[in-house]
Structures are given as C-alpha cells and as structure tokens.
C-alpha cells in the first residue's frame, strides 16, 4: 500500500520526516524516499529499495546529506518516490499512494496530444508517481491540477507536494478511502497517514482531511486550497488489517476497534455453540491478535500465544528470489510453546484469509507440534472481489483468492453469480465453502466475521466505509 509524512517548519525538518515517515514503515515493504527544500540549496532527493533492510538503516546518513527547513517522506510498495518533477508549475517533489487501474489509457491519451515523453521504467512501465504529475501539470495552478488529476484517474490517489517555495500542498484522495491527517507542533504543520507518528514527535491533532480535501501548509499557517466533498469510502481494512494499532482514523482507534470486532465474533460463536471445547485463543501474529484479545475477553476462554514469531534478525519477509528459501525463513520465523500446542484445542484469529497460503502452512506448523484441533476465525468477510482501489488483496485474478477457487471447485463458474451466498454462513453454499476450505486446511471449524459485524466494530455509518472486496459494492 504505501504511506507518507512531510513537515514544513521554522527549524530543520529532516529529522521530523526520517522518523515520521519510518514509523509508516509496516505499510509497504519496497521502497523508501525522502525530499527536502532549503533556500541556499533548493530541492534535494533520495531514494533506497527497503526490501531486506528498515527505512532507517538505509537512510541513517540522511542527516549529513540534506537539510531544510520543509521535507517529505514516503514509503512504497510500487514505484521510486518521491520524484522532483519541473514543469508549467514550477518544480516541485511529489509522492503518492494509491492504485491507477486506467494507467495506460491516460499515458496514451496525454501522448496524442501533447507531443510529450514519460520516462520508461523496466519493461516500457510508467512510474504511476510521474503519470499524477502529467495529469497536474495540465491545469495552471496546483489545486486544479490535483482536482483535475483525481478527476480522470479511476482508482485512488492521495497527493503530497513539496513546491519550491518550501510550502507543502497535501490532498486526500476523492472518496476518502485513505486518511491524511494534519499535525501542529510550535515550530509548524506536518501532514501524515499515521496519527501516531506525528504525535511521538511532539505535535497534536489539527485536522484530518475529508475526502477530496486540498490544503496549504507553511510554518504558520495552514490554508484550505478546496473543500472536501461530502460522500466518504474509507477503507474499512484499515481498522481490520493494515493500520498500526496505534493509530486512529476518523477518530475510531485501531486497536480498540479489533478488540471489539473480536467480541462481536465472539458473541456470535456464542450463539452458534461453535467454540466448545476450546482450551486457548490466540492470534495469527501480529495483526490478528487483537482481534484474539477481543475474543477471549467476550467468550472467557484463556488467551495465549501458543507460537511466536521471532523477530530480531527477522522482521519482515525476506524476499529472496528462491521460493524454497522463503518458505525456509517463513518456518524460521515460528517458534512453537510447546506446553501451549501439545495435545490442546487452539482457535485461532487471523486479521483476514486472502490466498490462504501462509495460513496452511501455520497450520501445518501447529499440527506438527502436537495441536489436537485447530479453528479458525477470520476478523473480516470472505473476501470475493481483489481490491482495485488499494493495493491490498490486488491480484492478476480473483481467482487467487481461496474464496474464488473454492467456488469453482465446488460449482465451476455458475458459482460465481452466487457469491452472497457463499459468503453467508447460513446458507446451503455459505456452509458448503466453509467446510471445503476446513478440508483443504485441516481445520476443524471455520467462520468469518460479517459485514454487519465490522461495521458496528468500527463504529461508522456503513455507508462512509468501503466494503467492495467484500461484496462487490463501490
């Protein structure tokens, strides 16, 4: 997905933006970049690929190369960013997050009329980061540009700009299903994605940006450049997946929000009689332990961490190029409590099931170690539909999705025309794919939490929140 931080102050912003935008580092796992604008030097640039080594090992140096007083940061999981971009408007640095799905259509079109030239990337792509600017650069001032840019793209894009006059313009994107949030401090303005990495740096909340929002920022002021609009999807994975959980978003706190969408689950099963005879509940580490806690805490079965993830030489995924090797630092990473697995009843809470990959081979790892049932929960619905507005659960098919494949093997593609069906568990084929996947998986229970079930978790108006890889609705 990605995530981004900039400050404009009246000291040195470079520290401010190296640990604010590394605390968006659980957002992305590629590439991290930071741009900076001082009077004496102008702008400057530098960007690292992450993918086996934290933002902050890589930019460590950053202190001794740039200074000034306004900088922006980003974290990417697709292309280089920022990009310093010279144009109609000036120059300017620019980063980005989000997905354009029309790429190709708007690089054709801007190419048949304007004469113009994109620089190509491997294999002819366009850095999606330089195709917003294209889109800006069509209009003669910035609040335009931007309106005009979210306007034609047919997907997501929030838009952070560092301009040369040391001002920094933030925007949300259209229909809000990303946050940008504004922080003061006395020295200035910082715009984030994550309240929390402001806030650990000494400012407090100022504003969060409504959908389609565009706003100014410099060490004193901060200036609305246009109003938001008034429809609002925000992603509802936000809360159930990728957010920290320290962060809040529309005012609703992540993990005050999983705790009780592990409640509400448990409630459910409750009713169901579907978690008898369960001696602990943990969570698929980390983000599914909230959730976990929540559940323990409604159904009154002890909480525990039956495996642990061992994190000090393996934080992330390493992303070798051997998929045996992967596989290898995937079991590496588990390290199994023996006294919590041997011969116990495990119920397990995972944040979602997209592709069901890793979770089988947690499974496995469980049963090998003497489990003698594993259930299993998930924190949101059956996800039917990849995501085309973010970039999580993106697919080159859905039919990467367990959900999907476990359809076609149950009933081929006429299946597909019954897909509310199959998500609901009180259905014919809501139970049949349930107790396909739990033979697939070797689990010995499976369910999902509903819709209804994350919304009253979150706490907003179904109709401000995106459920689309949900159930299909834009």
């Avoid at 190296?18 to 796992?29: E, M, R």
């Avoid at 459910?268 to 980390?286: F, H, M, R, T, W």
């Avoid at 999705?401 to 259905?427: C, Q, S, V, W």
Wanted: glycine fraction near 10%.
């Amino acid at each position: 997905m990605g995530g981004f931080f900039g400050a404009v102050l009246k000291r040195d912003a470079i520290s401010d933006v190296f640990f604010g935008t590394d605390y968006h580092s659980h957002l992305a796992p590629r590439r991290g970049g930071m741009a900076a604008f001082d009077p004496a030097i102008g702008l400057q640039r530098e960007i690292h690929n992450i993918e086996n080594s934290p933002f902050r090992t890589k930019f460590e140096d950053v202190f001794d190369e740039m200074q000034g007083t306004a900088a922006i940061g980003c974290i990417s999981d697709s292309d280089p960013q920022p990009l310093l971009i010279r144009s109609n408007l000036g120059t300017y640095a620019l980063c980005t997050i989000g997905v354009i799905n029309n790429a190709k259509a708007l690089i054709d079109q801007y190419l048949s009329f304007s004469g113009g030239h994109f620089g190509a990337m491997q294999g002819g792509k366009v850095n999606s980061t330089e195709l917003v600017a294209a889109m800006i650069n069509q209009k003669s001032d910035f609040t335009d540009g931007i309106r005009f840019a979210q306007q034609v793209i047919q997907g997501t894009a929030s838009i952070l700009i560092l301009k040369q006059d040391g001002h920094i313009i933030a925007a949300r994107d259209k229909m809000g299903r990303l946050p940008v949030l504004i922080g003061k401090s006395e020295d200035g303005y910082c715009v984030s994605f994550e309240s929390h990495a402001y806030q650990k740096l000494g400012y407090a909340d100022e504003k969060e940006l409504g959908p389609g929002e565009i706003v100014e920022l410099s060490p004193h002021e901060m200036i609305q450049l246009s109003p938001p609009g008034k429809e609002m999807r925000i992603c509802s994975f936000l809360w159930t997946y990728y957010g920290y959980s320290t962060a809040s978003y529309e005012g609703i706190n992540v993990e005050t929000m999983r705790y009780r969408n592990g409640e509400i689950m448990a409630e459910a099963d409750e009713k169901s009689g579907n978690n008898k005879q369960v001696d602990y509940v943990g969570g698929v580490p980390d983000s599914g332990t909230p959730h976990a806690i929540g559940y323990a805490n409604r159904s009154h079965i002890p909480f525990a961490r039956p495996f642990i993830k061992y994190t000090p030489t393996w934080p992330r995924s390493f992303t070798s190029a051997n998929k045996a090797q992967r596989n290898q630092v995937a079991k590496m990473k588990q390290i199994a409590v023996h006294d919590l697995i041997q011969d116990k009843s495990l119920l397990f809470v995972d944040d979602s099931i997209v592709r069901g990959t890793q979770l089988q081979e947690t499974v496995e790892f469980l049963y090998d170690n003497g489990a003698k049932a594993v259930h299993m929960r998930s924190a949101c619905p059956p996800i039917m539909y990849g995501c085309k507005y973010l970039n999580f659960s993106r697919s080159t098919s859905d039919l990467d999705l367990i959900t999907r494949r476990t359809i076609l093997e149950l009933e081929g593609e006429e299946g597909f025309n019954h897909l509310d069906e199959y998500a609901d568990a009180g259905t014919e084929r809501g139970q049949a794919m349930r107790r396909a996947i739990c033979e697939k998986f070797h689990f010995d229970s499976l369910e999902f939490q509903t819709i209804e079930g994350v919304v009253k978790a979150i706490g907003l108006p179904a109709c401000k929140l995106c459920t689309y890889c949900w159930n299909g609705k834009e």
